[in-house]
Every structure is written in C-alpha cells, then in structure tokens.
C-alpha cells in the first residue's frame, strides 16, 4: 500500500493492482472499510486519483463524503465518478441505493471542478457503450435532455470526473 496514490473506494469484485483498493465486503482488497464511517483510514493528502465505480449511490452522507475526498485528496487529484442515474430503473431498481444524482449535482461542491461529464443510455457499467449512437444524441444537450426526456428515455449511468481545487 505504501507508495500507491490511486484510490479504488468501493472496489467490490474490480480490485485493482497499482491502487488502494477499499471496500466492506470481503474482495481480497488492501483495505476493509465501512465507507459510511468517517473519517476514512488514510492521511491528507495522500491520493492524486480516485476511482468510484457505482459507490457513492450507495452511501448514507454524500456531504460528508465529498469532504473526506477533498481531506484525502492532493490537490488537482482527479475523481472518477461512474453513477447510476436518477431516472434509471437501475437507479431504483437496487434497493441498497440510498441517493440518486443529475447532471448537476456536483456543481454544489465548491471544492471539485468539473472536468468531464457524460449520460450514457445504455451502458453495461462504467461506460461500456450499447449506443453510442444514442449516448451522442443525448449528450448534444444535456440539460435540455434533463430537463425533458429524462423519463421517456432514461439513460443507465451518468460519469462525472472531478478535479480537487
């Protein structure tokens, strides 16, 4: 673990070498931790990269987590969010997600810029395109595809990728 500045928080099956790998369940991972218990078991600044591949949904304090990044995290570390999003069946679909996110959620945290965001319509799990003739349409216009066909044609998964200020 000593030397490794990329974090995989929630890692679950996907461990990966070269990483930090954390999770509650047991995965063969370096790091057995509850991530809703705070604070995390690292020091400041310690990571320049962060992996969250379906994670954050299933936390009960999205706040307090964003806050233990930014402690964790050196400054320009990159935040790598994969997220099921709000309209998607899967979003509801899974009874252990506790939160859902939109286009602009991540705009409320003063401490992240936004580098990339991305809908994808139908993604098997971390951008894995089915469509991505659809997946194109539906990112030509972000908010105006939020805001009016959301729920007539819900996308899987929205990846935001963050840097920290």
């Not at 899974?94 to 959620?105: A, L, S």
């Not at 945290?109 to 003739?133: A, C, M, P, T, V």
Request: glycine share 4%.
């Amino acid at each position: 673990m000593e030397g490794k500045t990329r974090l995989n928080l929630g890692c679950g099956q996907d461990v990966r070498k070269g990483y930090v790998n954390v999770d509650i369940g047991d995965f063969n991972q370096e790091v057995y931790h509850d991530l809703n218990s705070y604070p995390y078991p690292f020091k400041d600044n310690s990571f320049s990269y962060v992996l969250m591949n379906h994670c954050i949904e299933h936390l009960d304090d999205t706040v307090k987590t964003m806050k233990e990044l930014k402690r964790i995290c050196k400054k320009g570390a990159i935040i790598n969010l994969w997220i099921p999003y709000f309209s998607s069946p899967n979003m509801w679909g899974d009874p252990t997600h506790k939160r859902c996110f939109n286009w602009f959620t991540f705009e409320r945290f003063d401490d992240f810029k936004i580098i990339d965001r991305e809908f994808y319509y139908l993604s098997n799990n971390q951008g894995k395109h089915k469509s991505k003739i659809l997946d194109n349409l539906i990112n030509i216009s972000p908010i105006f595809y939020e805001r009016f066909l959301c729920y007539i044609f819900p996308c899987s998964e929205l990846h935001v990728v963050l840097e920290v200020k």
